[in-house]
């Protein structure tokens, strides 16, 4: 049978596959999202496009490695009103994002790219819409000390799966998406590719 590589090292990801009983392995793509970000940035690439080509890009690093396996390289980034939003590095950041977010809309750009024998076959992008509640500064507080620097795993400095869906009064979109991998059309493709049966 086909190997299934998930070139991320998230969690979140690795968790979605596990518990839609997808056998997998995990690859880490060697990318520097980093500098690539920029080099997107400094080419004029919004935030959806960027989530894309990030994806794609770790798709295909791990399929030239592993040419006989379908690789899922997977990438999300936060767009409020067009600007692109990184992991904040401290809980001070991360008070500093969800105060932006609060009273707002953003959208989180979710992409998959599958790869295999070092091309690209098979793309989807998602871009949920969710819209944070006017919460107060006491109960960000408070939320801040409870939940601590797990909070930094995630772009949004929220855990949608956990407390975090408080600070929402509105989301339009797949919840699989928002976590980091729109599961459903992903599926699909392994069925179609004959790893999942139909």
Sequence with gaps: MTPVLLASRSASRAAILKGAGVAFETAVSGVDETAAKERLLAAGADPKAIAARLAEMKALAVSAARPEALVIGADQTLDLAGRLYDKAES????????????????????????????????????????????????????????????????????????????????????????????LAPLLGCLRDAGVLPT
Aim: charged share 25%.
């Design 91 to 182: 809980l001070a950041e991360a008070r500093e994002r969800l105060l932006e977010l609060r009273g707002q809309t953003h959208l989180l750009h979710s992409a998959v790219v599958v790869a295999r024998a070092g091309a690209s076959v098979w793309r989807v992008i998602e871009s949920p819409r969710l819209t944070m509640r006017a919460f107060s500064d006491a109960y960000l507080d408070s939320y801040l000390d409870r939940l601590g620097e797990t909070l930094l795993g995630s772009v949004g400095c929220y855990q949608l799966e956990g407390e975090g869906a408080q600070l929402f009064e509105r989301i339009e979109g797949d919840y699989f998406a928002i976590l980091g991998l729109p």
